[in-house]
């Protein structure tokens, strides 16, 4: 069991994908745990079929580590490695809210599920699946009498007892294009069309992510989804402080700036690359300028980047844990 003072922040090892579960101690939560859930990695079985580095799923993890609840979910935006796998953690344990970036009733007013076979590269069969997803997610997440709710920079509030959030993006313009962005695609009846605007919008979503700030009795905690280095520009330097980022993109070469590095000045970063480095995860140069600042790389799965002996060992999760006053550890989880 987790000490009441202190919070656990769970990176699992989904592969190429992101899977983050938070646990605070909250004795007015079933159990006494407050539980978040960020992202859900893959969907796709081919994802997990080698197990050599550790992966598993983020619902077999949940099972593992004895969650019984999820109190909040969030979807910080629509693309498979992120989305799919919420989908199968979310029928076992139905979600009481569901964060999102676009208004809680567009997947029923605005939406239909799509036809995968209609796809013409495997990026579009992606996003295809992932626009289903969603979809899917959105209404067993009402089903099971939990809120969908929309954030975007500016919200703010306190999750349980000494650990707040901070919604640092998107803004209103970007949000608004991305609905914009959805509506036009799901509108669309040409078929030729309708590729294009699924290739465009699939190209921009990463920068409609939902930027998350956390914080627990001092140590803050910065989680931008795919978010680019490109995608910071409305967000003012001083609110990107955080002793914990999670580098953008999985750490591609665009994952990260100089600049934001600087604001940020991170103590410890995680890179959610997949062991085979895949799409150029993990870039060297991306982790060349994190060591610069002075941050500490840590990574959700095993990529070996330069000297192999560098690289963590097999495990199937890394955890953070935070304690009153700012301290932060990290270790490696080889089984759950």
Sequence with gaps: MTPMDECNLTFVNVGYGEAVVLR???????????????DGGSGEAEEYAD???GR????????????????????????????CGLLPAAERWRPAELWQTLPPAFYREAMHLLDTSTAKTASQSKFLRALNDYQRLCGLVEAGGGAIRRF?????????????????????????????????????????DFLEKLSALDARMNNYSLILRLEYRGTRILLPGDTNRAGYGDIAPGQLRAELFKVGHHGQKDGASPELLAAVQPEMVVCCAS??????????????????????????????????????????????TAREGGELTARYVERI
């Excluded at 598993?56 to 580590?65: K, P």
């Excluded at 608004?176 to 078929?191: K, N, Q, W």
């Design 24 to 38: 605070c101690p909250a004795p007015e939560r079933p159990g006494g745990w407050f539980v978040m859930v960020i």
């Design 51 to 53: 197990r050599a580095s």
């Design 56 to 83: 598993l799923t983020l619902a077999e993890y949940l099972a593992a580590a004895g969650v019984d609840h999820i109190d909040c979910m969030v979807a910080t935006h629509i693309h498979e490695d992120h989305v």
């Design 152 to 192: 975007s920079a500016g919200d703010s509030g306190v999750l349980c007892s000494g650990l707040r959030y901070q919604v640092l993006a998107p803004g209103a313009e970007r949000a608004g294009a991305l609905e914009r962005g959805c509506r036009e695609l799901f509108a669309e009846r040409e078929s030729q």
């Design 275 to 320: 062991s085979d480095r895949r799409y150029e995860s993990a870039h060297p140069d991306t982790m060349a300028m994190i060591e610069k600042v002075g941050g500490t790389v840590y990574f959700s799965d095993c990529p070996r980047i330069g000297d192999p002996s560098r690289g963590p060992a097999p495990h199937q999760a890394l955890t953070f």
